[in-house]
Structure formats: C-alpha cells, structure tokens
C-alpha cells in the first residue's frame, strides 16, 4: 500500500495562476482531508470529504476549491493564486466518519506564490 | 470554537532527559484526542491516541499520554528521550466544522523539540 500519495511535491506559482493539487489513497478509506501548514500555526482544516459525494468546509476555505473524484481521489484547486496561500499542503484520510479512527497523512506539497 | 494550546513552543533537551509537552484543548463534547509527530523533511505520523477507556494511553516509541478530563489536558511524556526523538510535535483534537458534522482535526501550533546529544 502507498497509504496517501500527494502532487507535485513542490511547485512555484504567480500571483492570479490556477493549479489543482492531487491527492489519492488506497486504503478504501471513507473520509479525505486538506489541510496547510503553516510556521507557528500548526495545521489548519481548508476542507473534508466525510463520504464519496460529498465536501464540506474547514476552518480556512476562503480562495480554494475541492471535488471529490471518486473514493480515492480528492483535489484541492487554487482558482487565483495569492502569495498568502503560500504553505505546505497535506491531504489525509480516515477509515471511518466517526471520531474512533485516526487520521492518515501525505508527503505534502510545498506551494510557492510569488 | 474548538481550540488547542501548547504551551510550549520550542523544547531543548539532552539525551536521557525527561519529556513532558503540555497540551490543553476546549472542547465541550465528547474528544478524540492524538498526538502527532513530523520529522524534519517527512509527513505527519501518529504518535498515540486516546479514544476512550484507559486515560493513560502509550504510543510508539516510549511515549504515552495522560488524558485528564477535570483539566481539558492530553500531555505527552517520554520517560529518556534520544537524538533521534529531535521533530515537530502536534497535539490535536476531533472538532466540528461549518458542516455541522463532527469531522476534522484541530491541531496546536506544535512544539518543536530539539534533542542535544
């Protein structure tokens, strides 16, 4: 099992540029998360998918955009980059809706706005 | 609002030296509480977590946790600590988000913990 699998790794955007970043798990896992990270604020929820079909947001939604491809895959897009969303993003996954499993995580993927 | 506090923010120790990282979280309902650990360069891992049943939870690698329901507080301890221990740590909590499922981790701001050897 590759457990959570991010894209690209590093990427270096301009300001007003879109991307999407890829996260995929084989786990069969239920719920999918994004998450950034950022220095001397730990991590920060920007959206979930509690099920296949559905998204919901986190604590920081504002300029992001999510879809739930199918049970494996869930994306995080960037309409128009800003240099505040420079961060470090982690997808994670968890086996089940409720609160009795704990959280898996990615490699991450170090965003770049300038 | 959920909320997690680590008290403290970097950690120096020696080798052999006794760990204890405090973390307190408000949170009026239920909790699923964890601790995470990143190593310089890697992903987040799970250290230990407390559901339910024994507050006196152990994870990997010699550490364990206290869960103390009166104080709202989850500490991770490590009785020797070791070079290698050298990481980012994280306390975190199940929160409830604008969904209004319970989903989602709160985390702390993280305690770095640097290991002399």
């Known amino acids: 099992n590759a457990g959570v699998t991010q894209t690209p790794k590093f990427q270096v955007l301009k300001t007003g540029q879109s991307m999407t970043l890829q996260c995929a798990q084989d786990?069969?896992?239920?719920?999918m998360y994004w998450y950034r990270q950022d220095p001397g604020m730990g991590l920060r929820l920007i959206y979930y998918?509690?099920?296949?079909?559905?998204?919901d947001k986190g604590e920081v939604p504002n300029g992001y955009n999510v879809s739930r491809l199918n049970k494996r895959e869930f994306s995080l897009r960037l309409e128009s980059a800003a240099p505040s969303q420079t961060s470090v993003y982690f997808c994670?996954?968890?086996?089940?809706?409720?609160?009795?499993?704990?959280?898996?995580f990615g490699p991450g993927t170090r965003l770049t706005v300038t | 609002a959920q909320s997690v506090s680590q008290h403290n923010h970097h950690v120096i120790l020696s080798e052999a030296a006794s760990l204890e990282l405090g973390c307190n979280y408000s949170?009026?309902?239920?909790?699923?509480l964890f601790w995470y650990v990143q190593y310089p360069g890697q992903h987040l891992q799970l250290l230990l977590k407390?559901?339910?049943?024994?507050?006196l939870v152990k994870g990997i690698k010699g550490f364990e946790a206290e869960f103390i329901k009166s104080k709202f507080s989850f500490n991770l301890r490590k009785p020797s600590v070791q070079w290698s221990d050298t990481a980012e740590y994280f306390c975190?909590?199940?929160?409830?988000?604008?969904?209004?499922?319970?989903?989602?981790?709160?985390f702390g701001k993280g305690t770095h913990l640097i290991i002399q050897p």
């Open positions: 975190a909590v199940n929160g409830l988000y604008s969904g209004g499922g319970a989903d989602g981790l709160t």
């Open positions: 786990m069969n896992h239920n719920s």
């Open positions: 998918s509690a099920s296949e079909g559905t998204t």
């Open positions: 407390y559901f339910s049943g024994d507050p």
């Open positions: 994670a996954s968890r086996r089940g809706l409720a609160g009795v499993y704990e959280q898996y």
């Open positions: 949170y009026g309902g239920t909790v699923n």
